[in-house]
Nanobody, 115 residues
Framework: QVQLVESGGGLVQAGGSLRLSCTAS????????KAWYRQAPGKQRELVAT???????HYADAVKGRFTISRDDAKNTVYLQMNSLKPEDTAVYYC?????????WGQGTQVTVSS
């Protein structure tokens, strides 16, 4: 059974940084990309960043230039480095390992940015 576990969330002041990690365990196969999503209270879940197996990255406009997604395939881990955090970045952050027919999801980690 595949399990994704996120870590690194917490409370930080505006302008600060956090690094999220997401490590997968179990039989992982046919992964085509890894991604981070977030969901703020009262809002829909939104895509934050993706990285393909070839290393191509994509970012939401709201985080471009501030967030960086990276991966360590040997550790089955994806990271999200978040700099210059803003109060509007406050949300539960979820990682996902994307497959063609379905995705694996983590349980989420809370990020709170105070002003």
């Amino acid at each position: 059974q595949v399990q994704l576990v996120e870590s690194g969330g917490g409370l930080v002041q505006a302008g600060g940084s956090l690094r999220l990690s997401c490590t997968a365990s179990g039989r992982i196969s046919n992964i085509i990309a890894k991604a981070w999503y977030r969901q703020a209270p009262g809002k829909q879940r939104e895509l934050v960043a993706t990285i393909t197996n070839g290393g191509i990255t994509h970012y939401a406009d709201a985080v471009k230039g501030r967030f960086t997604i990276s991966r360590d395939d040997a550790k089955n881990t994806v990271y999200l480095q978040m700099n210059s955090l803003k109060p509007e970045d406050t949300a539960v952050y979820y990682c996902a390992f994307r497959r063609i027919d379905n995705d694996y999801w983590g349980q989420g980690t809370q990020v709170t940015v105070s002003s």
